[in-house]
């Protein structure tokens, strides 16, 4: 044997023999916390029967709650999901949104929807965020406050909500999550039982795609029907049901998620709010809770509830996926690394000697280390030095284990609360727990990899999630801002209203661009690029029901949205400083295509816009393609959406309007 067989001999056996007792530690504290989360969840169910002798909805017991929900770029969806936390049963709650420096029309909807006005007073404190440009109050609902101030972030404006409300607690919550309505009475149970000491809790959060979303409550919970949220469903049962229990029992719970906790204001405010330089504020906010009241010995508690629950829409690709949890994984990185001076001492208790550590070896470390194996296996094959027993042992530890913990996930779901009541959900989720371990476990090695990369390089983006929208069934993408996590959109139809567009596949699986009832939605972030944003022609709007179209109007209330169409020769006044522009070559454009106008008849007022490459097709023998420079169409000068017709000349302009007559639908 050479002295450089010899070395990679030395190497290959030493590095499984590594990853094979690393991974014996790690499943040996993952299988201990799931047993200890079978005691806690056993306890919580056990209370969640108890039903209090008088109605708690009215009890004067209750401590004040703001929810405080940040929204960037969110005009489609406010609305809705405003008046979905309106109607959440809970004594003494108050609604803070705080508008991050929109550049669409959330603030003009929030002003119309709820008739707010200024409140005439100087700002009581000097609010660690962007300057604030004004609060103001709903002469409809007085529990109803908007802050509007410049962009800076979701930390930051959760900041600005923070130190703007008067209530006890407040509740971080994001403006696209659905929070069932009795979820407040539940999850402030720790306040009640030990209000001195009781400084943070959290509940579940779970997966709405494909659920069925009413009047902004989950009226029926169903499986995700596709595969990538389908595995995420047993991820987050896994982490809920099983790790954040167990971190419970062993009074250790390092997170609280950013979509559903509820923190007392004072002592966020005593360490200064949300940090402004990570990704993940909602781990940090919790870690540096702990060790500032460590520090100061101050007694208190901080909670995991799994009966309260909140509903969020997770990604349904493997790319915005990946994106989310790339970003997650340098979110956890910086958190670790700003707070490594709590690690393995015995000041900070369970949390710095034990729960941090061993957070860090199998959420950080780990996957690095799984990934490295995967590597290696080849490489011994390759050499000859495969030993069966090793491969035996790793395929047990990592995919048998697996298996395992997920199944355990399950188990305590149907054992409690058990939302997903038919059986064959049931069997579904088993499968979820076998086929993760197959491919996904593996790619998620890659994106822990990935991550690494970007966090070494520096990487602070948020990184785009495009959401399809609530519904009962698939909702096609109108992307999202990554600021402060919004939806952001321009549904067109009924489906502007309820922040939700269709899919592109109908329920049967046929093409929806061959049917009816197409549009166009304004979408952030079409590309990772900054600024290019666009319309995206989507099919199978609302409804079969509901068809629309584009319609000559003098008056832009007439269609969705209170806004329209308007020829300008200056993009910067439209949405995302861009528009469609006119041109006879569809290369001119994104996409390398465009949009004709086809006329019904001779009348101008009356016509459909057709996508196609071939714009001999339409009006003119040219179309509309989509740019950000005016001058490369003819005329220079293109469409704009404006809410403003007299922005122009002439004083008219295109609007979209739903429910159009056939000859002005887009069929």
Request: with cysteine; aromatic share 12%; glycine share 12%.
């Amino acid at each position: 044997m050479t002295t450089v067989e010899g070395v990679v001999t030395s190497l290959v056996i030493g590095s499984g023999i590594f990853i094979v007792a690393y991974y014996a530690v790690i499943n040996l504290g993952y299988l201990l916390i799931h047993v200890l989360a079978l005691f806690e969840l056993r306890d919580n169910v056990r209370e969640a029967e108890w039903q209090p002798p008088f109605r708690p909805f009215d009890s004067p017991f209750y401590p004040g709650v703001a929810m405080v929900v940040p929204a960037y770029n969110e005009a489609a969806t406010i609305v809705e999901s405003v008046r979905s936390m309106l109607t959440l049963n809970y004594p003494d709650q108050e609604i803070v949104v705080v508008n991050d420096g929109s550049t669409d029309a959330t603030m003009d909807r929030l002003r119309n929807a709820f008739d707010l006005e200024p409140v005439e007073a100087e700002l009581p404190y000097d609010v660690p965020s962007e300057p604030i440009r004004g609060v103001y109050r709903s002469t409809r609902y007085e529990d109803l406050l908007v802050v509007d101030k410049e962009n800076g972030g979701k930390s930051d404006a959760l900041n600005a909500g923070v130190w703007l409300t008067d209530q006890e607690l407040f509740c971080a919550v994001d403006s696209d999550t659905i929070i069932d309505r009795n979820a407040l009475l539940q999850i402030v149970r720790p306040f009640l039982e030990e209000p001195d000491k009781a400084v943070a809790s959290g509940g579940t959060i779970r997966v709405a795609n494909n659920c069925v979303v009413e009047d902004g409550e989950v009226q029926e919970v169903n499986l995700p029907k596709t595969g990538i949220p389908g595995l995420q469903v047993m991820e987050y049962l896994r982490a809920f049901y099983s790790g954040r229990l167990g971190l419970n029992r062993l009074k250790g719970l390092i997170l609280i998620s950013g979509a559903f906790g509820v923190f007392r204001t004072d002592r966020v405010r005593e360490i200064g709010g949300y940090r402004h330089d990570t990704i993940t504020e909602d781990f940090d906010i919790v870690v540096r809770l702990h060790q500032y009241l460590v520090d100061e010995d101050i007694e208190y508690t901080m909670d995991f509830l799994p009966e309260p629950v909140a509903w969020t829409e997770v990604p349904g690709d493997l790319k915005t996926l990946g994106r989310q949890r790339r970003r997650w994984y340098r979110g956890m990185l910086e958190t670790v690394v700003a707070n490594r001076n709590m690690f393995l001492r015995r000041k900070y208790g369970r949390v710095g000697t034990l729960i941090l550590p061993f957070f860090v070896m199998a959420e950080a470390i780990g996957p690095l280390i799984e990934g490295f194996g995967y590597i290696l296996l080849p490489l011994a094959w390759y050499f000859g030095l495969l030993n069966i027993e090793f491969f035996l042992a790793f395929l047990f530890l990592t995919v048998g284990v697996g298996v395992f913990l997920s199944w355990f996930g399950v188990f305590s779901e149907v054992w409690s609360f058990n939302r997903y009541e038919r059986p064959r959900d049931v069997v579904r989720l088993l499968w979820y727990g076998i086929l993760e371990n197959f491919g996904y476990r593996q790619w998620k090695t890659i994106v822990a990899w990935h991550g690494l990369v970007e966090y070494l390089r520096g990487e602070k983006s948020w990184g785009a999630m495009e959401r399809r929208g609530f519904g009962g069934g698939d909702a096609l993408d109108a992307g999202t801002s990554g600021g402060t996590g919004a939806t952001a959109g321009m549904a067109a139809g009924s489906a502007a209203a309820a922040g939700a567009a269709a899919s592109s596949r109908r329920d049967d699986g046929s093409d929806a661009h061959e049917g009816t009832d197409s549009g166009f939605v304004w979408a952030d972030h079409l590309r990772e690029e900054p600024g290019s944003d666009g319309f995206r022609w989507v099919s199978y709007l609302a409804s079969d029901e509901i068809a629309g179209g584009f319609s000559l109007a003098r008056d832009p209330v007439v269609g969705v949205g209170d806004g329209g169409f308007v020829w300008t020769t200056d993009f910067s006044g439209g949405v995302g400083d861009g528009g469609f522009v006119w041109t006879t070559d569809p290369t001119d454009g994104v996409g390398d295509g465009g949009f004709v106008w086809v006329l019904d008849g001779n009348d101008p007022h009356v016509g459909r816009l057709v996508a196609t490459t071939d714009f001999s097709e339409g009006v003119g023998d040219g179309g509309f393609v989509w740019t950000t420079d005016p001058t490369d169409g003819v005329g220079d000068g293109g469409f704009v959406w404006s809410r403003e017709f007299d922005d122009v000349d002439p004083d008219a302009g295109y609007v979209w309007i739903a429910d159009a007559p056939s000859s002005l639908s887009s069929r």
